[in-house]
């Protein structure tokens, strides 16, 4: 299963928050445990709706890269030893506010909404974001990493959330934006 790195020319795209010679994207990995397989008709509604959010996405203002297998998404990637239930997302973008635009006011929203049709309850962070240099793109590895330094530490620079963001590198704070929370 080779993992793709998104459509050639969606790779690495100029933008982005600058500061020195640096330009900031911003990376973020959501996780969640199926409640069925991906083959089974309990989540084929969500499975026939991934290529349209992720077309979404990628047209989003902001986009940089998402982690996809030549399928065109991550569901196959078996990133948890064990547990073939648990699936990831792993993407970059220009800057927080982008890519909460595309995950609370797109019809990405709806979907998310309905998480719960979909995904058992973790009851731990299965979100983290973080900044990265432009021009490089997360592991696995690291984006995992980065989600247990925010399960032991809390949010920080390192791991943070939409609901406790941290500034990019040398970047003004950014406030809280009580839209950039999960509309359940």
Avoid: K
Avoid at 72 to 93: C, H, K, P, Q
Avoid at 107 to 128: C, D, I, K, S
């Amino acid at each position: 299963m080779p993992i793709r790195p998104g459509p050639p020319h969606r790779t690495v795209r100029p933008g982005g928050v600058t500061l020195g010679a640096v330009t900031w994207h911003l990376a973020q990995l959501n996780i969640g445990r199926l409640r069925a397989p991906v083959d089974d008709p309990a989540t084929a509604e969500f499975m026939a709706a991934l290529d349209p959010i992720n077309a979404l996405a990628e047209g989003s203002s902001g986009f940089v890269w998402r982690l996809q297998t030549e399928e065109g998404n991550a569901t196959s990637i078996r990133a948890f030893e064990g547990d073939d239930l648990m699936i990831l997302n792993l993407s970059v973008w220009e800057s927080l506010e982008m890519l909460a635009d595309y995950v609370y006011r797109t019809a990405h929203t709806a979907f998310l909404q309905r998480r719960r049709e979909w995904f058992e309850r973790l009851g731990e962070a299965y979100l983290v974001l973080w900044w990265i240099p432009a021009g490089t793109l997360p592991t696995i590895d690291e984006a995992l990493a980065r989600l247990d330094h925010l399960r032991a530490s809390g949010p920080t620079a390192e791991a943070f959330t939409f609901r406790q963001p941290f500034a990019r590198p040398g970047g003004r704070a950014i406030p809280t934006d009580e839209r950039n929370t999960c509309p359940v």
